[in-house]
């Protein structure tokens, strides 16, 4: 550890960094509870991203099939380039933002207009309207799943900074401030103590 050499070695100093050692003790402890909460909800995001991320998995690959498919079919396949030329459907998307132990998380949710369906059906398979009608019913889970995910990234780095600080206060500042006072006390202890021995002599020579 080190010697806080901004100190001088008198009452003033001893008195300002026991202030100092009190209010770091104390922030550290905020900051430890402050890390204890943040994991908590860290592992509760986590679990529901994974229990989110294995169910669009499985509608994914469903939708993929269906696309398969719809490519494998005796249709041409220009016709099916064509048919996803005109857009069809309007997402809009609303976030709102709110404050999770100092960290920012946004609510995301998703309006969709129209049908995912704009095209003829006489020179488009049946399996390529499956396939989209499969991708509008999972379009909420995916932006679902964006929204934990990034709530996640985000609780990630705060429990990230929250980690150093209390690794500073622990290892460094608290240990600096403690041997600093202490080494205070020594000066101040060995000032006294040859103020008293040259009061002693002073008086023997009366």
Do not use: C, W
């Amino acid at each position: 550890m080190a010697i806080l050499t901004a100190y001088n070695p008198t009452k003033m100093a001893l008195l300002e960094l026991k202030r100092r050692h009190k209010q770091a003790k104390r922030g550290h402890k905020l900051l430890k509870d402050k890390q204890e909460g943040l994991m908590k909800a860290f592992m509760a995001i986590i679990r529901n991203a994974q229990a989110l991320r294995k169910e669009v998995e499985e509608k994914l690959g469903d939708i993929f099939e269906s696309f398969l498919f719809a490519s494998a079919s005796e249709v041409h396949p220009e016709f099916i380039e064509a048919a996803f030329l005109v857009p069809a459907m309007q997402v809009k998307l609303t976030t709102v933002t709110k404050n999770v132990m100092s960290v920012k998380l946004a609510d995301m949710t998703a309006e969709m207009k129209g049908d995912p369906i704009a095209y003829g059906f006489y020179q488009t398979p049946a399996e390529l309207d499956i396939a989209l009608i499969k991708l509008r019913d999972a379009f909420p889970l995916l932006v679902k799943l964006a929204e934990v995910e990034k709530k996640a990234e985000r609780m990630a780095e705060e429990l990230e900074k929250t980690r150093r600080r209390v690794n500073a206060l622990e290892h460094i500042t608290l240990p600096n401030v403690q041997d600093t006072i202490k080494y205070i006390g020594q000066i101040l202890g060995e000032s006294a103590r040859m103020q008293v021995v040259i009061a002693m002599i002073v008086k023997a020579k009366e």
